[in-house]
């Protein structure tokens, strides 16, 4: 192994630091789970040049957080109450666009994973990335490039089981009116309810289904409440 680097299973992380202009970088990490936000906290405290600052538990908290603070770095779930990470990705980028985002998430599929970065994620790690990738993931975005983790590359080089969609595609994530939808499908909602409580016709609120499973890339209904399910919509 050569000098400078060190191995966690099989994949190497180098260790000398990619070269930034800061002296201390800010770290907000943003989860439900207060105890990832310590257990990353731990994990940094003998990193010279990395710092956890502040934890917010929702997309909402870390806004509120943004604007109080400085911040360069913010860690962040995916998966949270009210203001998803996808949601609140996007937020950051149009009002903090010199805060850069890392996603750190339990969910890895190619859908999560295309949301985020076209959102404005600058990078990608699994949950259960060891803490040399997390410092090195942090590093690499940093310093201008992007890093994703070898199991959400596995993710995206398997593709899109029933679509052709691509991060180069026609992806634009959810409308309000889909958001709406897809709530209404989790609670159990039938397409004649859902018509009468939004004041759609039959036809209209099927057509949202069909394009709601092409894409989200899901073949049914069911493959609709695990989605909402996952981000924790409901």
Known sequence: MAEGQKTTGSIIF?????????????????????????????????IPDMKVVAYAATGKELLEHLA???????LIEVSMPGMDGIDATREVRKRY?????????????????????????SGYLAKSA????????????????????????ASLDAGYKFTGKRMDGDYVGLTHREREIIRMIAEEKTNEEISA??????????????????????????????????????
């Open 97 to 121: 666009p010199n805060v850069k985002l890392l996603a750190h998430s339990v969910l890895t599929d190619i859908e999560y994973v295309n949301s985020m970065r076209i959102e404005g994620a």
């Open 130 to 153: 060891p803490v040399q990738e997390i410092i090195h993931a942090i590093r690499v975005i940093m310093g201008g490039e992007e890093y994703l983790s070898p199991t959400v590359s």
């Open 197 to 234: 409580l939004l004041f759609l016709s039959l036809e209209t609120v099927k057509t949202h289904r069909k394009n709601l499973m092409t894409k989200l890339n899901v073949r049914s209904a069911a493959g609709l409440v695990k989605y909402a399910v996952d981000r924790r919509w409901i």
């Open 14 to 46: 180098a260790v000398r630091p990619i070269r930034t202009t800061l002296s201390n970088i800010r770290i907000l990490v943003t989860d439900p789970v207060e105890l990832i936000a310590d257990g990353l906290r731990a994990r940094l405290a003998d």
């Open 68 to 74: 109080e603070a400085e911040i360069d770095l913010v």
